[in-house]
């Protein structure tokens, strides 16, 4: 079982409801860096905690619209 970094409960993938498994250890070790991007195994869609919802895209929290002024 793999722990979400921002909540700490098992990472589930919001989209597909599956347990994230790393498939490497260098996306299990991405999971503690923010500006990695990282995709669920199973669906391919952006891996987002189900259950605090923060979404593992590599973007700066709360940065979404930096660019939008």
């Not at 909540?7 to 250890?25: F, H, M, S």
Request: with cysteine; net charge negative.
């Amino acid at each position: 079982m793999v722990e979400c970094a921002y909540c700490e409960k098992p990472l589930t993938c919001d989209a597909c409801g599956v347990d994230y498994v790393p498939p490497t250890p260098e996306h299990y070790e991405a999971l503690s860096r923010p500006e990695v991007p990282l995709y669920c195994p199973n669906c391919e869609a952006v891996l987002v905690c189900h259950w605090c919802k923060t979404p593992y895209d590599g973007e700066p929290e709360g940065q979404e619209d930096a660019a939008g002024g």
